[in-house]
């Protein structure tokens, strides 16, 4: 044992330089350059961004989008795609806004009905891409129209307020996390529960079967078939997976917004697939990291956020995301054929 | 004498932390066929790449028809008519022959916006009918057989006006008819001028079809013979640099009491016809047959990953029912195909990984959390059993040569503890030294009483290998032999036994 050790030390010694220039890790800290570099960018440039009120408006803004990312990047993993998420979140959330507030439902429960629902439509999405054979591009696309359309038909193409409920608010909004003089400075719930939700994604995608077999289809579908997993099976459970944290950003949005909103939700599945690449997953399947995501969406919103404290106006926002994305696959793609 | 076309001296080239190859040369001489052989990794490819343009080299001089060139890219060295034909073909199944031959220099006349496919067309057939090929311009190559489909690459690398043809492995996907009709074009290309290079593992093809043998080994260049002096033997030799394992049919252990896998009339379409056999613990049971005779059909069929019509699997006399492959694994049949990238390995991942793909569920507690530290270990230990050649198990299998691929899938059934073994065609691709690791391998794995299937489309291998030797034809079995009765011309007899 006594020998494990030494030889483990002497690695971490000469290790750290390596560690530092293994291709693997640049991506990481690529990535975690990036924000690091916007963040002290927006802190030169505008005296209203590094002030905390801001500071946790941008990482609220994060959790609905980062919830997302995390779920999508299993399905990307897989080497598919769900277009599906951003309406199956509203879905999700206008399922639960019906429960609890015209139903009666406890809230605890409409909750988990609505986490449910979106895990459903997952599944419903899953079977179709694995079972039938349809490609998820398509498969996804019908099932972001009739999520969509059911939420519309759901509501009565109206917003559900849950004013009746206001413990429902303090999902999000509510905060546990409170310092400084008469909690002075309080952080959000909805920022924990999307840490809580990296901590699980990660957890699932490196230490379960479930994440082993994700990266083995994602790396090579009919070898893994072809090693007796039921790959059918695990796909489907993956997409339930994604739908499942589409459900949960639902949850989190609508506490935000104290609604349900049926007509919004379209859209948010790019952003989500922006915050995946750009935390370096490749859209060909077989890699990701969790960490990666997470700081993809960060700099997302910390992007958005800063533009708007500089004055930029909203239609140029979305032009210098869209630049920010492009660069970032740009210079994936260059470390890539760099390594060659 | 003929007159020499191409002199490459001194060719030297290193990539990043590998000497690719160091000095070496090569030359070429009009009409002749030049093979140029030695193991996976030898520096065949690279020397032929720097060649035809793919890569510069770091030293030395290629003097082409009495001039010093440099080549800086592919199209340049088509344009001075140095082609070369890959092992996997660059077409695009969905265009014409003729659009793919012309792919990037299209005929569009004056106006330079329109492409003209007759004009196309017209050129194209020339060229067949000048190959003596008897193929339409006008068909999509996806719908083409393989061979046709490489006639097609050759009829585009010679409508550059080609002297020198590289050929890169060109036999792996064909059959021996088709093989032959290849030896055809290549003697007429020889008649008409055209130095060829021929790159493969084959030495029955080299001692067949070529004119001189150049031998290289780890990236240097060993020597060149006279096919016609030389025997297969020291070509062998000369590759390996060492004595391999060569010796003959060795396991005559077999308890033909215990019947392993049982399959009784096992129909599929027009690909498996009736096909019923048994397979006994610690035998090695050959498959023979020529390609498409329906025996990775007959296989994949037993191990459920594709559907069948009707037929029986007993499993030690069981009978067992298969619909997927999973299935196929819980009874404890492991098939390795023919094609392991596609369909044995999940490339970009690590060894490890890939050896506990089969059998996470042993590694994994009730909540689904996976122990990797034990995963790890005992990679560790079938990287020693089957002295898999890899920095560790946390290396990526697509870093490892074709050898130790193979090996890392087997290292996969057995770990997954599968007694039933269905080897497809288990040393396609793999070079001479690595090929006699795997069949000591396999005789090691029958001696332990596995019972074990073995595809090969190698005579040779077949009736080195095999206790008995099962010959398909055209989706029936045609012919069983014991391997005291069996010889290539029997074997043949059988393959050819079509239905009349």
Redesign the interface.
Known sequence: MANVATKNTVQADGGLKKAILNPANIQKFLAFGALIVLLIFFTIASPFFLTFDNIVSIMLSTCVNGILALGIIFVIITGGIDLSIGTVMTFSSVMAGVMITTMGVPMWLGIIIGILTGAFCGFISGTVVSRLKLQPFIATLGVMMITKGLSLVLSGTKPIYFSDVPAFRQITVGSIVKFGAEGKYSIPNGIFIFLFMAVIAGVILNKTKLGRYNFAIGSNEEATRLSGVNVAKWKTAIYSLCGAFAGVAGIVMAARLDSAQPALGQGYELDAIASVVIGGTSMVGGEGTILGTVIGAFIISTLTNGLKVMGVAQEWQIVITGLVLVLAVLLDTLRKRGNK | MKDTLLVMEGIDKSFPGVHALDHCKFDLRAGEVHALVGENGAGKSTLMKILTGVYGKDEGKVIYKGKEISVSGTKEAQELGICIVHQELNLMPHLTAAQNMFIGREFTGKNKLFVNDNEANKKAQALFDAMNLKLDPKAKVGKLTVAMQQMVEIAKALSFDSQILVMDEPTTALTESEIDELFKMINRLKEKGVGIVYISHRMDEIKRITDRITVMRDGTYVDTVNTKDTDIQQVINMMVGRTIYETANEHNYTDLNQVALEVKHLNSGKKIKDVSFKLHKGEILGFSGLMGAGRTEVMRAI?G?DKYDSGEILIKGQKVTIL???H???HGIG?L?EDRK????????TVE?NIS??C??KY?NKL???NYSTITGTSKEYIEKLSIKTPGPKQKVKNLSGGNQQKVVIA?WLL?DCDILIFDEPTKGIDVGAKSEIYKLLSQLAKEGKAIIMISSELPEVLRMSNRIIVMCEGRITGELDIKDASQEEIIKYATKREA
């Open positions: 191990f990953a997927r492959p999973e196929a694994v819980k098939y195909s596609r369909y044995g390995l999940t490339l970009g991942e990984q793909l089969p996470i569920d994994t689904g959390f996976t996969k997954r």
